[in-house]
């Protein structure tokens, strides 16, 4: 069975700091692809940030510059930080995994269950 579990969420003021954190299971971690993926109220789900097995990394254009998805595969864990938050940046963030690149950036096959982010202006 496999399972993302994100951790990490929070409110925080605009201009501050969040890490968050996705530990896997149930899956050949280092096979795989991960992403971050979030959705604001009232829009849709969009892709903020992959890491490839390997560790090529490609990021939104509205986050550029600010987050790094980072991995450990020693200890299944994806990261994504995100430094000089905008309040735009609020949502659910999501983590996903698929071991097909293409798949991963637009339909992954697994999903956590996705933590919140609030960022105050």
């Known amino acids: 069975q496999v399972q993302l579990v994100e951790s990490g969420g929070g409110l925080v003021q605009a201009g501050g700091s969040l890490r968050l954190s996705c530990a896997a299971s149930?899956?050949?971690?280092?096979?795989?692809?991960m992403a971050w993926y979030r959705q604001a109220p009232g829009k849709q789900r969009e892709l903020v940030a992959g890491?490839?097995?390997?560790?090529?990394?490609n990021y939104a254009n509205s986050v550029k510059g600010r987050f790094t998805i980072s991995r450990d595969n020693a200890k299944n864990t994806v990261y994504l930080q995100m430094n000089n938050l905008k309040a735009e940046d609020t949502g659910v963030y999501y983590c996903?995994?698929?071991?097909?690149?293409?798949?991963?950036?637009?339909?992954?096959?697994?999903w956590g269950q996705g933590t919140q982010v609030t960022v105050s202006s």
């Open positions: 890491i490839s097995h390997n560790g090529y990394t």
């Open positions: 149930g899956i050949i971690f280092s096979s795989n692809h």
């Open positions: 996903a995994s698929d071991d097909i690149w293409s798949r991963l950036t637009t339909s992954p096959r697994y």
